[in-house]
């Protein structure tokens, strides 16, 4: 069976299993803090499976978490916060990925996640960021993270900033990037086609890990839900600290 599995995933039965150990981590990150599961994989099996090929796998089971996400989030989201941003990152999407032909990857990357772990230490430390509280801020983020995503793939990141940044409940900023990520499907899908990523082995795999990710989000629904919903934002803070340098340490020295 699982030699099978191996075949029809063409992955060596090792690189299986720990992509499916990493996956139902992702899914539980992702369940409980609204966000994180490409960058949860992208910091692990990337180093067995490249991004090329990685980034339509981790797009099927983000859509896989969104759909089972998607009630709870239009209930408890900020809905004109979490539109705004996704129809400003759309915008800001093409922009990023014109300018990635006269910008190294490598560069923006390197900016982009200095940029981001600036300012979630900062968060960490609670120090007030009024940039993110001006009249233009929902907008400029929005496009923001859409250029990032374009140039460097982490807008997610840059997004996460801006909600937790908030003065919102735990609850509504967890459901608002939950939306956010579930309208971004619509982008990604025709960013993935145009560029013809999403292959036959990009849908094998992600049709076996669905599964393995929709457990880890029911189990991190589960741990939000019941005990630990006090600690929500530092415990996003902390994970985003920990992306950033993870991606960092790739940039440098890979």
Do not use: N
């Amino acid at each position: 069976m699982m030699q099978a599995l191996s075949v029809w995933t063409g992955l060596p039965l090792s690189y299986l299993t720990i992509s499916a150990a990493m996956v139902f981590v992702a899914g539980l990150v992702r369940g409980f803090a609204g966000f994180g599961l490409s960058a949860v994989l992208m910091a692990s099996i990337v180093v067995f499976i490249p991004p090329v090929e990685l980034i339509p796998v981790c797009f099927l089971l983000e859509a896989a978490a969104s759909l089972a996400m998607f009630k709870g989030g239009l209930r408890d989201a900020d809905r004109r916060t979490a539109f705004t941003l996704a129809v400003c990152s759309a915008v800001g999407v093409p922009l990023g990925l014109a300018a990635t032909t006269s910008i190294p990857p490598d560069l923006s990357k390197l900016v982009a996640l200095l940029l981001v772990l600036s300012l979630t230490i900062l968060q960490l430390f609670k120090v007030s960021l009024t940039l993110f509280s001006t009249r233009y801020a929902l907008p400029v983020t929005g496009l923001v993270a859409g250029v990032v995503t374009g140039l460097a793939s982490i807008g997610g990141m840059v997004i996460a900033l801006y909600v937790l940044a908030s003065s919102h409940k735990a609850r509504t900023m967890r459901g608002s990037l939950v939306l956010f990520l579930f309208c971004g499907m619509i982008t990604s899908v025709v960013t993935l086609l145009f560029f013809g990523l999403l292959g036959e082995a990009a849908i094998h795999r992600g049709l076996l890990f669905a599964p393995i990710v929709l457990a880890g989000v029911f189990v991190g629904s589960k741990l939000f839900s019941r005990s630990l919903e006090h600690t929500y934002k530092r415990w996003c803070l902390c994970l985003l600290t920990v992306l950033a340098i993870t991606g960092l340490v790739r940039v440098v020295f890979f």
